[in-house]
């Protein structure tokens, strides 16, 4: 299993970026998968997921700001984030799972791509 995210960068608050994840080794469109991320002095904290459905969750600090997508054609996963905030800054993994549950419950995660939120 591969999952290669992208996307990340420098952008100050209020910002917007999309992330992208590419993704191989496994039956993509019979999978949920998720993103989290981890911040400078933090633990890795679930953001979102999506379910082969399309069913999405987020976790309270991102809804409303982020979303996530899915290209099956692609084996592609996104996550465009709005309004950036610096507490926001964090490296941001796409993992297997479609819930927070499940995610931690599997634990396969990409290298991560870093976004930073800075003026």
């Known amino acids: 299993i591969q999952l290669k995210e992208s996307g990340g960068g420098l952008v100050q608050p209020g910002g917007s970026l999309r992330l992208s994840c590419v993704a191989s080794?496994?039956?993509?469109?019979?999978?949920?998968l998720s993103w989290a991320r981890q911040g400078p002095g933090k633990g890795r904290e679930w953001v979102s997921g999506?379910?082969?459905?399309?069913?999405?969750e987020y976790a309270d600090s991102v809804k409303g700001r982020f979303t996530i997508s899915r290209d099956n054609a692609k084996n592609m996963l996104y996550l465009q984030l709005n309004d950036l905030q610096p507490d926001d800054t964090a490296k941001y993994y796409c993992?297997?799972?479609?819930?927070?549950?499940?995610?931690?419950?599997?634990?396969?995660w990409g290298q991560g791509t870093q976004v930073t939120v800075s003026s």
């Open positions: 080794g496994f039956t993509f469109n019979n999978s949920g």
């Open positions: 993992g297997l799972g479609g819930s927070e549950t499940a995610a931690w419950r599997l634990d396969c």
């Open positions: 999506i379910w082969r459905d399309g069913y999405t």
